[in-house]
């Protein structure tokens, strides 16, 4: 018996996490083809494109013409990304201080513990 059920569908951003994980695979500027044979052709050469443009308007990516089209090249690692993502979020916040002050309680005692030494060696080193 044929299986008729619908492919699954997709968690909101999973399709862009693979794209950009993707771009990092890539040895330097890629195209949208590369990135799409990269995940295996399923997805579509516009949807592809799509998703580029919008991390592109996110400022995740960078594009460079290439040809007739365009070379795309993620802007920073997983780190960098999660960062960006965190301050977006606090940019959209009214009340900053206390957007911060909830984060840094809810911290597990060791990050707080890494939070503390990040800060103070960012403070060191605007000192030079």
């Not at 059920?5 to 862009?16: A, K, Y």
Request: charged share 30%.
């Amino acid at each position: 018996m044929a299986d008729h059920r619908r492919p699954r569908r997709r968690g909101q951003g999973e399709l862009e996490v693979q794209v950009l994980s993707a771009l990092r695979e890539a040895e330097g500027p890629a195209t949208a083809g590369w990135v799409q044979e990269r995940l295996g052709g399923d997805l579509a050469y516009t949807t592809v494109i799509t998703i580029l443009t919008r991390l592109l308007a996110k400022g995740v990516v960078t594009r460079e013409r290439a040809g007739r089209s365009f070379a795309w090249t993620p802007v920073s690692d997983q780190a960098g990304l999660a960062a960006h993502k965190m301050r977006r979020l606090l940019d959209g916040e009214s009340d900053r201080e206390a957007v911060l002050a909830s984060f840094v309680t809810s911290l597990a005692p060791d990050d707080e513990r890494l939070l503390r030494e990040l800060l103070e060696q960012a403070k060191d080193e605007g000192d030079d």
